[in-house]
């Protein structure tokens, strides 16, 4: 029997739309990185700083408006007797929200999922305030399932999709033909190119993809600085692909969740993957001890 996990979603902050998608992607990734099974459901609002400042002094005897507020009904205990395992309720102020994703540089929607992350662990029994042994545990926790999450907070494909046309055009590619261009995208937004450059010596040549990572690299960047790799290629019917090799290189200068996509010439096709999913049982440093 399929499993549920219901989010009862209510916006009275009049965001965007899309904050929906993530916070169910958000609320699946959680359950699933916490091993959890079973049925859930779990109540969030996005409030008024107004709002939230009001429950904090009512319910926590505390004078001043937080980010996020968590209300857990059974700290996530299953009750064998319950249809459904109930978490509470969690609160958000994204006016708040906001001031976070500006101090840390990074897209607010991103700092909105944190944020539920956060308020979503309150309610399993993570606690950050009675030790630093705990702190530590709930902050390592909270930020691995944040940057696994199946969702791309940094890419502006619209951007990438003109860059990546200029890439393609500084292809040197005399003996096939076959011209690609390559962007890496690193979370400080800004886009790193590449493009394949061949020689009369096959070994030689160098794809479009290790071109853009090796160029990411010597500008100083490392692997969880990068958010994503885009490709384009002399493909038309069908979308290209990286080369075993590449994929190789990639599988070891990108963490292994990071997306890929890949467009066909005329950037009407497009295949979005991730590096796990195109080098399944990648062979990794640890594969090297003994």
């Known amino acids: 029997m399929k499993e549920r996990h219901i989010l009862d979603y209510l916006d009275q902050t009049h ?3 899309k904050l929906k ?34 429950l904090n002094k009512q319910y926590r005897n505390i004078d001043a408006p937080t980010d996020v507020l968590t209300f857990a009904y059974s ?14 309720s969690i609160l958000i102020s994204p006016e ?26 309150h309610a399993f029994g ?3 305030h009675r030790s630093e042994e705990e702190a530590e545990e709930m902050f390592a926790l909270q930020n691995k399932i944040l940057n696994t999450m199946p969702y791309d907070f940094f890419t502006d494909l619209s951007a990438v999709k003109k860059e990546l046309y200029l890439a393609q055009k500084q292809s040197y590619s005399p003996y096939s033909h076959f011209a690609v261009g390559a962007i890496v995208t690193t979370k400080d937004g800004k886009r790193h ?15 479009a993809e290790r071109c853009a990572l090796y160029h990411t690299y010597a500008s100083g960047y490392k692997k969880d600085d990068i958010a994503s790799l885009a490709l384009i290629t002399s493909s038309h019917e069908e979308i290209g692909s990286p080369c075993g ?35 399944p049982y990648v062979f990794t440093p640890e594969r090297l001890t003994k």
């Open 15 to 17: 965001q965007s739309p």
């Open 21 to 54: 998608k993530i916070f169910t992607l958000a609320f699946e990734h959680t359950l699933k990185v916490l091993g959890k099974e079973g049925d859930y459901e779990v109540s969030l609002s996005l409030v008024s700083t107004k709002e939230i400042h009001k």
């Open 75 to 88: 700290e996530a205990d299953v009750l064998p007797d319950e249809p459904i395992n109930d978490l509470g």
């Open 96 to 121: 708040i929200a906001k001031k976070g994703a500006k101090k840390y540089s990074h897209p607010l929607e991103r700092e909105m999922a944190f944020l539920f992350i956060h308020g979503l662990l």
């Open 126 to 128: 993570y606690e950050h």
């Open 193 to 207: 190119p590449g493009f394949n450059i061949e020689n009369a010596a096959f070994g030689a040549s160098m794809c």
């Open 245 to 279: 090799t590449c994929r190789q290189v990639m599988s070891e200068l990108m963490n292994l969740y990071c997306p890929v996509y890949i467009f066909n010439d005329d950037e009407k096709k497009m295949v979005e993957t991730t590096v796990e999913d195109l080098l």
